[in-house]
């Protein structure tokens, strides 16, 4: 079903695409007045962090997907935390930036004017620590450090719903965290060092386990309740009204990595290998791990923002799709008449 909706959006995007590019000769192509000039196209600037999570948009900047469907296009990429991602692109500085859906809602609740473009797909989170003596949060003692990327973070959130779950407190467990980038947690917990417990996400989660001295305390879906999306894509309003052909784009420049990956994880554990600084067979076995399930269309969307909204991390939830997604997204999720249809039942927490 996916595929099928990634296709309609990506025929829809090329249409977009086309009348745009039609319209304006600001897209590096060269006309009968501007034979000899290869005129700029559009400036996009993208920021991603540390993870396969972002394992598609890493084909895309590799494969120079946008610039195949957008010649001329000039593609910035950004490396940073998500909160640096939060606030570049509330000052203008990023088009496009990807986080989890914990900061993403953050800031749309304060106002910051974006939607979300695009999603990335599920994958496994867990909370791993060295301890024999902690095995579930009950456990955990006032001096003992979790590490989790930056409050608010999707690990933060997770940890919250089990807190909630497990001790009756959301905010329970939030004087033990401690933020701390992933590669640099995961070596101080496999190493048995400054941290008591590490939140984190593939392929960190994954060089943890392998460890022996290493045991799971938590499993995200364990504590959301059911599979939801790992990381979204917001764009800004400002990009996506302005730049029509770049969004375009964008969108089919996603669908196609995503496409790339679940068809060809081989090819693209070859790609990604480099970057993370491991070998292409361990990366295509993190690719294809249990759980983990690239798509463009969100999961769990309503589940964080009604925990959030309860826990007090958010002021309001939205009241429908269209408030926090772009139209391709909005389009992906859908609704049936008559009641919701399987993809937004997705969207909400099973909390039973």
């Known amino acids: ?24 000769a600001k897209t590096g192509e060269k006309t009968e007045k501007n034979s000899a000039v290869d005129v700029p196209g559009p400036k996009i600037r993208i920021a ?53 859906q914990g900061p993403f809602f953050i800031a749309w609740d304060k106002g910051a004017d974006w939607k979300i473009a695009t999603a990335l797909g599920s994958s496994p989170l867990g909370l791993q620590t060295y301890r ?44 033990n965290m401690i933020s701390m980038q992933h590669p640099d947690a995961a070596t101080a917990l496999i190493s048995e060092r400054a941290i008591a417990a590490h939140f984190t996400s593939p ?9 022996p001295n290493i045991h799971q305390i938590l499993d995200g879906e364990e504590a959301f309740g059911g599979e939801f999306g790992f990381l979204v894509g917001p764009a800004t309003r400002k990009f996506h009204d302005n730049n029509p052909a770049a969004y375009a784009a964008f969108v089919m420049a996603i669908n196609e990595a995503v496409t790339f990956i679940n068809n060809n994880p081989q090819e693209a554990a070859r790609i990604l290998a480099p970057s993370f600084k491991l070998p292409e067979d361990k990366v295509e076995k ?8 690239y798509t463009t269309t969100p999961y769990g969307l309503m589940g964080f923002a009604e925990f959030m909204k309860k826990a007090g991390y958010i002021s309001k939830v939205p009241a429908d799709f269209d408030q926090i997604c772009w139209e391709n997204v909005s389009a992906n999720i859908g609704k049936k008449s008559g009641g919701k249809s399987p993809v937004e039942k997705a969207q909400y927490r099973n909390t039973k």
Not at 144 to 169: F, N, V, W
Not at 203 to 211: A, K, V
Not at 286 to 293: E, Q, R, S
């Open 1 to 24: 079903m996916t595929k099928k909706i990634n296709k309609l959006v990506a025929i829809m995007a090329l249409s977009a695409l086309l009348l745009s590019a039609g319209c304006s």
């Open 286 to 293: 993190y690719l294809t791990w249990p759980g983990t399930n």
């Open 203 to 211: 392929p960190y989660l994954y060089e943890e386990l392998s460890s």
């Open 132 to 175: 024999k003596d902690i095995k579930s949060l009950q456990d955990f003692k006032k001096d003992d450090k979790i590490a989790t990327p930056y409050s608010g973070s999707i690990q933060h959130i997770l940890l919250a719903m089990a807190a909630e779950k497990e001790l009756g407190d959301p905010k329970a467990m939030d004087n």
């Open 48 to 100: 991603i962090q540390y993870g396969l999570g972002y394992a598609p948009v890493q084909i895309v900047q590799e494969k120079k997907l946008i610039e195949k469907y957008l010649p001329g296009a000039q593609v910035e990429w950004k490396q940073m935390g998500g909160e640096v991602i939060r606030e570049a692109m509330i000052s203008g500085n990023v088009d496009i930036g990807f986080m989890g």
